[in-house]
């Protein structure tokens, strides 16, 4: 079964997307509850979610496209338990709007240029999206994740990702720095390059975002994307933590400090001044 449409429905006329099943649709409104935010009209949908500009919106709501068609929950059960393919986006022509954007949240440009040259970041089509690329040990792409380069803040994982892997960079020194996502670790690296006139050579990983841990100790979790690491790194013997400095980035440090404390020496080191290390990058520039 292929993504032919997108709306899964889920009763009544109540809907999710297969991309999005936080996303909600019913009675001509949506809400997406993991990004807190909705909305009231197709428009409002387009923009937000898709990343559209007013006028690239418009013109598909004005060519008047036919409603799509909809699975049901056990057609969705299905497609997910089966999808396996990874569904990169198709590559711009350019890479100007990525760089543009990163460089003016004020990451290095030669950190941003490497890393489209390694094939661990591009500019997608149509919405000029950031694309996050993790590559297994034989260059196979495993994961994607996406960052809108407009003021919306979209962001989330591509279809098919393997969520054991995640944006990262890899080194020789035996220490892990672990950050929420992949523009926090490219603002630590240029935080680092900026003080010290050079780069970190230790391994880097962004896990995609964190989520506070289970009120039960027995079924908490290590993040998949750093268990993996840690599975296939054993020369690692420090995990520095620097997640966000807010209520769940700090309960997240605290979870993975306590499952970890016994093999590793594990410390939360979270930005200096504001929420993340990108907030502390822009404050230094400013």
Known sequence: MEYNTELVRLRGD???????DSLKISNGKWMWWSRGFGGASALDYLMKVRGMSFTEAMKILTEGASAPAF???KEYKSLKDNEKRLLLPEKSRTNDDVIRYLAGRGINKELIEACIRRGVLYES???HNCIFVDMD????????????????KLMGDCAGSDKRY????SGTGNMLHVFECPIDLLSYLTLMHRETGR?????????????EPNKDPAKRRIPVALQNMLDNHPELTSISLHLDN?????AAAWSIEGLLKDKYNVAYEPPLYGKDYNDYLRHLLS
């Open 14 to 20: 109540t809907y999710c997307t297969c991309e999005h």
């Open 125 to 127: 089509l149509p919405y």
């Open 246 to 250: 807010d209520h769940v980035g700090k």
């Open 166 to 169: 995640s944006f990262r960079t």
């Open 71 to 73: 699975y049901t929950k």
């Open 137 to 152: 040990s034989a260059g196979v792409a495993r994961y994607v994740c996406f960052r809108s380069t407009n003021d919306y």
């Open 199 to 211: 780069w970190i050579l230790d391994p880097m990983l962004s896990l995609g975002g964190v989520y």
